[in-house]
């Protein structure tokens, strides 16, 4: 079966400072990737999504970027954080191409920076 | 501009008795319409998916509906449990494309 896993579960960072966060898919190959962002009382916010290695899309121009060196790994990263960057992040894969077939979330990340 | 709008924001329930939660959208056209549940920190899990071309979807007690030309849906919750609590999402996803749009969701807590 297939799993996604997300780490840190929970972080408390300073402004200014780097991020890092890692998502991994286990039991399936080639999936596409997505990268998403939910501040307090706002819906779920597209930040990045990857159709495979090396392929990343940005939907929202921000400070946050986003890479996948490998299949099923997918990196969340920023340079120095906004306050702004608070929030919970969730990764997500979906496998194939029908527009049907189920987004699948990982537990997230919630981010606080101070 | 695509948008999901959820009403109410918030709804306390007592345990056993029915709910239903509201979305209206302005995503034209879609592909399908989901209904997602999402325990506090946790990751949104999919209850019913439908397309536009579906009117309803059951899921054990979870019960969607779909009216494609008022750009309405529903969920119906029967005999909630305590461990209905939770936030439900309306995400729908505009025709040709992956990407989702989520409502803010209902946040809808049971009591015993």
């Known amino acids: 079966s297939q799993t996604i896993h997300q780490w840190p579960a929970t972080l408390v960072q300073p402004v200014g400072s780097p991020l890092s966060l890692e998502c991994t898919v286990e039991?399936?190959?080639?999936?596409?990737l997505y990268w998403y962002r939910q501040a307090a009382g706002r819906g779920l916010q597209l930040l990045f999504y990857?159709?495979?290695?090396?392929?990343i899309s940005s939907e929202v121009p921000q400070n946050l970027s986003a890479s996948r060196p490998q299949d099923r790994q997918f990196i969340l990263s920023s340079k120095k954080l906004l306050l702004s960057d608070s929030g919970f992040y969730l990764c997500?894969?979906?496998?194939?191409?029908?527009?049907?077939?189920?987004?699948?979330f990982g537990p997230g990340t919630r981010l606080t920076v101070l | 501009k695509n948008q999901v709008e959820q009403s109410p924001q918030s709804l306390i329930i007592l345990e056993g008795k029915n709910c239903t939660l509201q979305?209206?959208?302005?995503?034209?056209?879609?592909?399908?319409l989901r209904w997602y549940k999402q325990d506090t920190g946790r990751g949104p899990v999919s209850l019913t998916i439908?397309?536009?071309?579906?009117n309803t979807k059951s899921n054990g007690r979870y019960t969607a509906t779909l009216d494609a030309d008022t750009k309405q849906s529903s969920l119906h919750i029967t005999a909630s449990q305590l461990s209905d609590s939770a936030s439900y999402i309306c995400?729908?996803?505009?025709?040709?494309?992956?990407?989702?749009?989520f409502g803010t969701g209902t946040r809808l807590q049971v009591f015993p």
């Open positions: 439908m397309t536009f071309s579906e």
């Open positions: 979305c209206n959208y302005t995503v034209s056209p879609f592909s399908n």
């Open positions: 039991g399936t190959s080639n999936p596409n």
């Open positions: 997500a894969w979906r496998a194939g191409t029908s527009v049907l077939n189920e987004q699948f």
């Open positions: 990857s159709v495979g290695i090396g392929q």
């Open positions: 995400v729908v996803s505009p025709f040709n494309t992956d990407k989702l749009i």
